[in-house]
């Protein structure tokens, strides 16, 4: 039987409840059998001195524990190059030719998706779900054209098809940023409400992202 599988991509530096409630709304809305967290090992853009991509994947591991649909992806992590999202999902296919992708963005991502690497060909391996971020607007950026051109309304509209479909998620806002959490932590103050428990020990033991 066809698996129809989630991939939420991303440095996860560090995994938050952004990104737990969005792969957790995903797999619930639209019925998928799974979604999986994929910390990329090398970020195209940028990395944290001091946080290894084991260390980001630990904490994944932590946050999704409670979470039996969702798991982690290490796919990414054990290539020695830097990631794209082309290129995984060629990979993913490769490895689970009967299974349905798709891929979990917010809309920070889908304001920009026109530069990701072989972008048309990563609509041909798999659907995009976009999750709502607060400051990224449906009418910012790349949105307004790839939503004309590749957007459903519904799960059942994206279903249709195996590929090539933009559905845009009616998720509950979450305004969390890593980029805000480890500020917070650089400067101490607590970033607790933004973060696992468990995932904010293992940061406090492993003394990641201090000043
Ligand atoms: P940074 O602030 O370091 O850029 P981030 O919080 O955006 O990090 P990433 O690991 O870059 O986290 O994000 C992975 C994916 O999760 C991206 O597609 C991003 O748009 C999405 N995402 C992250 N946080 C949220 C959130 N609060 N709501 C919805 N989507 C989110």
């Known amino acids: 039987m066809t ?8 440095t996860f530096d560090p995994v938050h409840n952004g990104h737990i409630a969005c792969a957790d709304y995903v797999q619930r809305e ?29 904490m994944v591991q932590l946050a999704i524990a ?6 982690l992806e290490r796919l990414e992590l054990d290539k020695q190059s830097p ?3 082309f290129d995984s999902l060629q990979l993913l296919h490769q490895r689970e030719p009967d ?7 917010g809309m920070d991502s889908l304001c920009y998706f026109r530069q990701w690497k072989n972008w048309p060909l990563i609509l041909k391996l798999a659907h995009l779900l976009v999750c ?30 195996a590929v090539g479909g933009i559905l845009l998620l009616n998720n509950p806002l979450s305004a969390i940023s890593a980029t805000d959490i480890r500020c917070q932590l ?26």
Request: hydrophobic share 35%.
């Open 132 to 161: 709502e971020r607060p400051g990224y607007q449906a009418t910012d950026g790349d949105a307004p054209f790839l939503l004309q051109q590749y957007g459903v309304t519904d799960i059942g509209a994206l279903q249709q098809s």
């Open 99 to 105: 299974s349905r992708f798709y891929f979990v963005i």
């Open 66 to 71: 409670g979470y039996p649909k969702l798991a």
């Open 186 to 211: 650089q400067h101490n103050r607590a970033a607790s409400s933004a973060l696992d428990p468990a995932v904010l020990n293992y940061i406090q033991l492993q003394q990641l992202y201090q000043a």
């Open 30 to 58: 639209c019925g998928l059998d799974t979604v999986r967290l994929m910390p990329c090992h090398l970020p195209p853009h940028r990395a944290t001195p001091g946080v290894s991509a084991e260390q980001r994947a630990a």
């Open 3 to 10: 698996k129809h599988i989630g991939i939420l991509g991303g």
């Open 83 to 85: 990631s794209y999202t």
